[in-house]
């Protein structure tokens, strides 16, 4: 997929009015996050970086958002939503759970752990999960389609598009207080705006969003 | 400090947060715990929030009980859907039935001013028909009110919180000018607005709680987008800003960070106080009244969970409603892929609404009513649209999340059925001050499923109609919360009185969305607003005749 928003970077409004102290500090300790994990031992936390991987396969050509650690530091605050699925037991217990039954899962049909099998070994034990076609006894009663759905994309997903670089990668303007926004109508751009590259025009728009700030 | 609201509560020492100014404080007046108060409210969203201000402006002693934080937003409100969770009530609670609901972010606020802080603004009448369903539109039940009066109490509260709207209203009896002028529309209300022209149906501004020219310490909304994310420059006309200093000027003490566990009952069968947790400690407050506003899980929760030897099956529950009817709003969305770039952050996210179904009687299929509006959700909110209605993740996932800013896409605000297996339980489980938690069971009836395969079919149109590409439709969602604690003219068949007052206990009243016998098709917090209001004149009155 050809970048639709080359060198647009919403940090760059970091220290605009588009940013106020509030929203820095927050973001500040997002990104100072250390990619290792606080709540998952050594080997859920192997599982859940490739598990990652899968659900949302970045670029090569960036600076990898951690999702996996944002995630995890969500298990460790125990950062829960205000509900679940009378099948699902608690947020840091499904976890727990289905990744062991991740991994049983993959010895029993591969002989190995669900990090060491090939990605696309990975995917079609993934889209097995979806569809609840997983049955290994781990599951302990938790529905593996609603694990996936509820929990395991839910909060992969979630922790991806709370990372500046996905902001930056979807053309997102990002936080935007208290300069907010001026130009509402179609094809109207702020020029705290990204610049979308039409087809032949990319490095136009590159040059232009370099000066988006 | 970003969150140091949610770990030592402010309303305490004769003083109280100014929300409107950074690092302000206000004075407020303190009881004690041993002084009887003429009303002790339990919750301060849109109903315990309004009704507060209400009755001590009346000259009432009034306490407002929150379990959640009393936020200052100029300093502590960030441009951020994760940070910004701390608004929402995420203490645990199980969802099951046929279509299990997504709670929190969604519908369910912890913060002086309830739910108000994060809701989007949107500010509908109820149709005047809706209030005689049963009678009129041969559906659902009557309410105890009567819609004349209820426009009166409308008017009141779009004026008090300077609601910014359209010069006219297309559906309806007519109604008095919005105070302040409509918002400009974004590229996604427009298509919402190029679709109903080309359909020929009449759509119009969405009438907003947020101002669109200076009032007081509030700036015109500068469509930052963050809206269900808590407005941070107070453009937004939240209960927090506007009826609880209103309240607190008036003489009512807020307690912040004060979670209800228990409502007392005495040997004569009525009310005496509250039992709440503050600082570690149970404490038990006294009270004349008791008002319960704490929206309708946590309201039934705390009946069910007051029970006594003399009510075994918790309070004001003679008729065995209480929890029961529970009803939301069905909100599912029709999304396209357009030419043009839309960039639908910008704004507030509903700026356009057709109520063209909620007013037609004809071409239906169905009972009841929905409004449809366009939208603007958030990065986070739109993946997880994608994971969780089209089980989408991977490439796919990216392409489609590469299309954010040419989407357009509608919503609607739909009419459910009140269903008695549509319930509120206590589960065994207890939450974190040792209490049951509530386990929420809901299912949609045949007619809630087509009313919305209607819905999807009439925005699918309109998305065609304007030249999307891609469309698709959500498959399951839902908004708000209301049942639960009904309100009617018999107590067989309801809990409380058209007063809020409930049949069973005269000092003990409800005043909140619980308390709706229908829902409509259309946000519930502008009637939650104006049924306070009525409340509180209904109380005077009743006071005067020495009725209380």
């Known amino acids: 997929m050809p970048e639709r928003y080359p060198a647009y970077d919403v940090l760059r409004k970091r220290d605009t009015l588009s940013w106020n102290a509030v929203t820095r500090a927050v973001i500040d300790a997002r990104l100072a996050i250390t990619n290792s994990p606080k709540f998952f031992d050594l080997q859920e936390w192997q599982t859940l970086t490739s598990v990652c991987d899968r659900i949302v396969p970045q670029p090569k050509t960036r600076a990898a958002v951690p999702i996996a650690a944002l995630v995890d530091r969500k298990m460790a605050d125990d950062h829960r939503e205000g509900y679940r699925v009378a099948v699902l037991p608690r947020m840091q217990e499904a976890w727990r759970r289905g990744l062991a039954a991740l991994d049983a899962e993959s010895v029993a049909k591969h002989g190995r752990r669900f990090h060491f099998l090939p990605s696309s070994q990975q995917d079609e034990l993934l889209k097995a999960m979806q569809d609840a076609k997983l049955g290994s006894p781990e599951w302990d009663g938790m529905p593996p389609d609603t694990f996936f759905s509820q929990r395991l994309a839910h909060d992969i997903v979630a922790a991806y598009y709370s990372h500046p670089t996905a902001w930056s990668e979807i053309g997102f303007g990002g936080p935007a207080s208290p300069r907010g926004y001026v130009r509402m109508y179609f094809n109207r751009r702020d020029p705290w705006e990204a610049v979308e590259a039409k087809p032949g025009e990319e490095d136009k728009a590159r040059r232009a969003n370099e000066h988006v700030g | ?548």
């Open chain 2, 1 to 548: 400090m970003l969150d140091d609201a949610l770990h030592a509560p402010r309303g305490k020492d004769g003083r109280a947060p100014d929300p409107l100014r950074v690092a302000g404080w206000m004075p407020m007046r303190r009881f004690r715990d041993d002084e009887e108060v003429d009303f002790a409210i339990v919750g301060t969203g849109a109903g315990g929030g309004t009704l507060a201000a209400r009755l001590s402006e009346a000259g009432f002693s009034v306490i407002g009980f929150d379990a959640g934080a009393w936020w200052r937003p100029l300093e502590e409100f960030a441009s951020d859907e994760t940070h910004q969770a701390k608004l929402y009530w995420t203490d645990e609670r199980i969802c099951d039935g046929d279509n299990p609901l997504q709670l929190g972010s969604n519908n369910s606020g912890k913060s002086v001013g309830g739910s108000t802080v994060h809701f989007a603004m949107v500010s509908l009448r109820f149709r005047p028909e809706w209030f005689k369903s049963r009678s009129v539109l041969g559906y659902g039940v009557d309410w105890p009110l009567d819609w004349r009066e209820m426009w009166n109490y409308y008017t009141e509260v779009e004026q008090a919180l300077k609601m910014a709207g359209p010069l006219t209203y297309p559906w309806g009896p007519p109604r008095p000018r919005y105070p302040y002028r409509a918002h400009e529309i974004n590229a996604a209300g427009w298509t919402l607005a190029q679709a109903c022209e080309a359909l020929g149906v009449e759509w119009t501004e969405t009438p907003l709680a947020t101002v669109s020219a200076p009032r007081g310490q509030s700036h015109p909304c500068i469509y930052r987008g963050f809206c269900v994310a808590g407005c941070s420059t107070n453009a937004k006309q939240s209960a927090l800003i506007t009826w609880i200093p209103r309240a607190v000027k008036a003489g009512t003490e807020i307690r912040d960070l004060a979670m209800i566990g228990r409502i007392e009952t005495n040997d004569a069968g009525r009310v005496t106080g509250v039992h709440y947790q503050r600082e570690g400690q149970w404490r038990f407050q006294r009270a004349r009244n008791v008002v319960v506003a704490g929206y309708a899980i946590e309201t039934p929760r705390l009946l069910l969970n007051s029970a006594s030897s003399r009510y075994p099956d918790g309070l004001a529950n003679s008729s065995g409603l209480v929890g029961r009817n529970l009803m939301v709003q069905t909100n599912q969305g029709v999304y396209g892929t357009m030419e043009d770039e839309i960039r639908w952050y910008k704004g507030p996210p509903s700026l356009t609404i057709t109520e063209h179904w909620n007013y037609a009687d004809t071409d239906k299929d169905f009972f009841g009513g929905y409004a449809v509006m366009s939208q603007g959700p958030l990065p986070i909110s739109w993946a997880a649209t994608h994971v969780g209605n089209r089980g989408l993740w991977g490439e796919a996932l990216l392409r489609e999340m590469d299309k954010y800013n040419h989407q357009t896409g509608f919503k609607i605000c739909g009419e459910v059925l009140p269903q008695e297996r549509n319930r509120v339980t206590l589960a065994d489980e207890k939450d974190q001050y040792g209490l049951p938690i509530a386990r929420v069971t809901f299912s949609l009836c045949d007619n809630d499923k087509a009313l919305v395969k209607h819905s999807v079919a009439f925005m699918s149109r309109c998305l065609d109609a304007v030249g999307a590409r891609d469309i698709w439709a959500e498959k399951d969602d839902t908004c708000h919360l209301n049942g639960t604690a009904r309100m009617g003219d018999d107590p067989r068949s309801s809990v409380v009185n058209a007063d809020c007052r409930s049949w069973d206990i005269p000092n003990l009243w409800i005043c909140d969305g619980s308390v709706f016998p229908t829902v409509g098709g259309v946000n519930p917090s502008l009637t939650i607003q104006a049924i306070a209001c009525r409340t509180a004149d209904r109380i005077k009155a009743m006071a005067s005749r020495g009725e209380l």
